[in-house]
């Protein structure tokens, strides 16, 4: 019998949001996180530490991308403006991407993912975690029957 094939995840970002991207890949028994990035190698490294460390770590995302080439999903967990330059560079790299909100900081950069993602055949996934929160329900329920 054959195992299933895990997700191999990169992250980059290891500050709290990056953190509870960690947890959420280390819960998921079809996932394996091969790869974590951040400018200060220290927080990838506790991070590392914290699950184990197996985890490979990195200063520079680009590296992530010389090392494996074998990279199903990257998640990008970093400030905004860096979201569209890592987004296109995984994209590139035929990986796909689970990049934070606000997906990039224009339009421009939104299509420009977008684009690359379609040029490259994979996947580009937006984080949306608020969409089920009950304030959010009940305002939609509000909109739809035009109360608001």
């Known amino acids: 019998m ?13 500050g709290n ?12 028994p079809n996932a394996e ?4 990035c951040d400018i200060n190698i220290d927080k990838a490294k ?23 080439k074998n990279i199903d999903l990257v ?3 970093t400030p905004h403006g860096l979201h569209a ?10 990986c796909n991407v689970l990049v934070e909100k606000p997906m990039a900081l224009n339009i421009r950069d939104c299509k420009e993912m977008i684009k690359n993602a379609d040029i ?11 969409r089920y929160n009950i304030p959010i329900k009940v305002t939609k329920d509000a909109l739809d029957e035009k109360k608001l």
Not at 53 to 58: A, E, H, S, V
Not at 87 to 93: F, H, L, Y
Request: aromatic share 10%.
């Open 17 to 28: 949001i990056g953190k509870r991207h960690v947890a959420v890949f280390d819960s998921e």
């Open 2 to 14: 054959n195992a299933k094939k895990k997700i191999r995840v990169a992250i980059i970002g290891c």
């Open 46 to 68: 506790n991070l590392s530490e914290t699950y184990g460390g197996n985890i490979k770590t990195f200063r520079n995302y680009y590296d992530i991308f010389k090392i494996f």
């Open 120 to 130: 490259n055949k994979v996947k580009l996934f937006v984080v949306k975690q608020n």
């Open 75 to 77: 998640s990008i967990a």
């Open 85 to 94: 330059e890592m987004s296109i560079a995984a994209s590139k790299n035929k």
């Open 33 to 36: 996180i091969v790869a974590l």
